[in-house]
């Protein structure tokens, strides 16, 4: 995949210890971005946007800001070249509080859920395809099933599989 020929040629490989693996399957992709319903003037937010895979998929025919957070700082320095429009913020998701409209989650799950404390319409976030997790979304919105992403989707592959659900925030939780 465009993957693993594009992270060696700018001598990175994934870090392991900080969970990454990437999203490559071009329809998961395409699902993933649809389900943010992104509308014109909407600010969108990527915490853990990684190389952008995710970023790049996002309509271009829809007027919208965006915001990308990673943790890594090579990463980091990644995205601020490949998307010179973008606000690009280095540093732990859980402290950058960045109010948006559409949200996309894709960490370890130990991680997302004290990242979901900013103001948001719609969040589409990556969890363990587990019912403990979708109990654990319901008090921070109405969740709605968008995909399960099989370990071959990523790049590396991941150790499990993962759901993605859209989360519709409930009426006066902040």
Known sequence: NVLSVMLPSLGLLPDVSLDQHF??????????????????????????????TVAACLPRHVPHTLTLIEYDPRLASILRDKFPH??????????LVVDCDVLFVNLPWEVTLDSLHARWRTAI????DTMDALRALSDVGMTDHVTVLEREDFSPAQDEPSRVVRLNRRDGVQ
Request: charged share 20%; glycine share 14%; aromatic share 0%.
């Open 23 to 52: 999203l490559v399957s071009s329809s998961q992709l395409s699902l993933v971005v649809e389900s943010g319903n992104i509308r014109p003037g909407d600010h969108v937010v990527e915490l853990g946007a990684g190389i952008g």
């Open 86 to 95: 973008a606000r690009v913020l280095e540093g732990d998701a859980r402290q």
């Open 125 to 128: 976030v990556a969890i363990p």
